[in-house]
């Protein structure tokens, strides 16, 4: 199988959020297409891309890039954002919003990691997706 990979960079001169939660999901399903990839594990994977643009919308600064690669076996979503911290799980308060997307992210992946590199972060989820393969 050859590895497919969907990429957005924003330019640093820019100050918009950058990728919009929708965008990142419609570029998401443009590189999930074609992989033998139950339903389920599809919008697991869809649902995670949501997740990270949002976080980092909205607490590091904006996306600064978005990757879905495909590779024989796995996904693996990245999302760049502007923060130099740590994403974080606040405690389990089901009676106020927000405070669930690192929580479901990790529920969901197989795998996450945190890198940074000068003063940035990028977040990686991994899905094992079997025999993700072409059709």
């Known amino acids: 199988m050859e590895d497919r990979t969907v990429s957005f960079r924003l330019s640093p001169v820019s100050s918009a959020g950058g990728l919009s939660c929708a965008e990142a999901r419609d570029r998401s399903r443009g590189a999930l297409a074609g992989l033998e990839l139950g339903a389920q594990r599809r919008e697991d994977v869809l649902t995670v891309v949501s997740e990270l643009v949002a976080n980092a919308r909205s607490h590091a ?4 890039g978005f990757d879905v690669v495909v590779r024989s076996g796995a996904v693996i979503v990245e999302v760049s954002d ?5 994403p974080r799980t606040r405690p389990w308060a089901p009676g106020l919003p927000g405070g669930f997307g690192w929580r479901l992210v990790n529920q969901l992946a197989d795998h996450t990691r945190v890198r940074f590199r000068h003063g940035h972060k990028t977040v990686s989820a991994a899905f094992t997706t079997g025999r993700a393969k072409p059709r």
């Open 61 to 64: 600064g904006g996306v600064t």
């Open 82 to 86: 502007r923060s130099p911290r740590l």
